[in-house]
């Protein structure tokens, strides 16, 4: 569906439609080995959500970025009241709060966001992401998959735009 939010992003991103193809490329070889991606939800008008975070995804090598987190988490609330863009940057700088702003300077990509609640789907993401953190995987594992049993956190899908 076409909306006046859509009208503005797409818009913004004309001038730069020709380096697209390489730049998205570039993100997807970056998801492809990074541990980490930097998000925001992107706001009615166009504009970045001041809530940003680095998170631990899964990226299918395909066309899709996914993560897990708590059910009242603000990109989970974004979504839910249908502020399904957002924008990831695609590498490592810490906190990012205490990154400051290098995180712009990384790969970046336009993502249309969903809920994940096929179980075989969630299951198939949850053993990537064991496979990925796999330090920590014995503690966040049994928390990721009882958080997505009991309703306590949500699977989020992104699809690259």
Not at 27 to 44: D, F, G, H, N, V
């Amino acid at each position: 569906m076409l909306t006046r939010r859509r009208i503005v992003i797409g818009a913004s991103l004309a001038p730069i439609l020709p380096l697209l193809g390489e730049v998205v490329d570039s993100t997807k070889e970056a998801l492809s080995t990074s541990r980490l991606i930097y998000l925001t939800p992107i706001k009615s008008d166009g504009s970045e959500s001041k809530c940003k975070g680095e998170i631990w995804f899964s990226y299918d090598g395909d066309s899709h970025v996914y993560v897990v987190t708590q059910y009242d988490a603000w990109r989970a609330n974004a979504i839910r009241q249908g502020l399904t863009s957002a924008r990831i940057w695609v590498g490592e700088f810490g906190l990012w709060r205490d990154a400051g702003d290098s995180y712009r300077s990384a790969p970046e990509l336009m993502l249309e966001g969903a809920i994940e609640d096929d179980p075989s789907a969630q299951d198939k993401v949850l053993t990537t992401m064991g496979g990925k953190y796999s330090d920590e995987w014995g503690v966040w594992g049994p928390r990721f998959r009882e958080g997505l049993r009991d309703d306590s956190r949500v699977m989020l899908r992104y699809k690259i735009v």
